[in-house]
């Protein structure tokens, strides 16, 4: 996985993540519109083959790329937990 941002500012970033789909993009929108501090987490892939996946997020105040990091991390603690029920 390879993560670019395309644009950044206090309170939203732009990132175009290469090498993930609808899976994560769709599990990070999940858990990032679930924070209070999250006003807005929205993906798109412009086309399913050639397309670049580009996620949007805008915070009230805090630190974006702080809540995408928050975020990948309520993932992990998921998959673990998963893993252990296995």
């Known amino acids: 996985m390879e993560v670019k941002i395309v644009d950044i500012g206090e ?23 679930e924070d209070d501090d999250v006003i807005v987490a ?20 805090i630190n974006p790329l702080e809540a995408v990091k928050k975020a990948n991390e309520k993932i992990i603690a998921v998959c673990n937990t998963l893993l252990e029920q296995i």
Request: proline share 5%; net charge neutral; glycine share 12%.
């Open 11 to 33: 309170d939203y970033v732009r990132l175009v993540i290469k090498g993930e789909g609808h899976t994560y993009l769709n599990l990070l929108q999940h858990y990032l519109v």
């Open 42 to 61: 929205r993906y798109n892939i412009s086309h399913p083959l050639v397309g670049e996946p580009e996620i949007y997020i805008k915070t009230g105040g």
